[in-house]
């Protein structure tokens, strides 16, 4: 005996799955709302330092958080490609805007030291860059980063090509890593605050390491 089926019964649609729903989501997001929200952090430090509620020792917490800002902005911008490969949920259209708000605050970090901490005493800071290694490497860190912000636009990728392009931010890797050792050499202690930020950073390049090695 035949089955009949009945054409006035509505067609079974597959419902996405939660990926789905959150990449539906993401994609009515504008880029512009996640600069916003990157300024946020900084603009209620600023409205601490204005009222002096930053603690005994503002200029140290001032450089503190800005630092600290960067690196949990690199490490988001790392989290990105494992994120989409194991989860499935794909940030990549907010990338470059995490990592230039990560370069700003490193940048801030590193003006914050210049300016409050030494005063604009350049020959100061100069030497301290040499005899201190956890400055040498924070340095160093910053020095790679500062290819990646200058060419994180439109134009460069088509001056590099994609490919030249895409090697060149690599030093994000490298640059990750410093930050890391740099924050754990920072307090001189073993607290475990700075020990998971380096362990996440070395966790999420060995994700992409092994995301290689299967491609």
């Known amino acids: 005996m035949q089955r009949t089926t009945d054409a006035s019964a509505p067609a079974r649609v597959a419902k996405p799955d939660l990926a789905g729903r959150i990449n539906g989501a993401l994609r009515r997001v504008p880029v512009r709302a996640v600069y ?10 600023f409205g601490q330092a204005a009222t002096n509620t930053l603690g005994i020792d503002p200029v140290r917490e001032i450089e503190h958080r800005l ?20 989860a499935g949920i794909n940030l990549l259209r907010f990338r470059r805007a995490i990592g230039l708000i990560a370069f700003f605050y490193v940048l801030a ?15 100061q800071a100069l030497a301290d860059i040499v005899k201190r290694p956890y400055i040498t490497i924070g ?33 994000v890797y490298p640059a990750a890593l410093a930050g890391g050792v740099h924050y754990l050499w920072l307090v001189k202690a073993w607290p475990a605050e700075p020990l998971l930020y380096l362990g ?10 092994w995301f290689l090695r299967r491609k």
């Open 36 to 45: 916003l929200l990157g300024a946020l952090p900084a603009i209620w430090l």
């Open 67 to 86: 630092g600290e800002l960067g690196l949990q902005f690199i490490v988001g911008g790392l989290a990105i490609t494992p994120l989409r490969r194991i």
């Open 109 to 123: 970090h590193l003006a914050a030291w210049i300016v409050l901490d030494m005063g604009l005493l350049w020959r």
């Open 139 to 171: 340095m160093a860190g910053f020095v790679l980063l500062l290819p990646l912000a200058l060419t994180s636009n439109n134009w460069s990728i088509r001056k590099l090509g994609g490919a030249r392009w895409r090697m060149l931010h690599r030093l």
């Open 200 to 209: 996440g950073i070395v966790l999420l390049l060995a994700a992409r390491v």
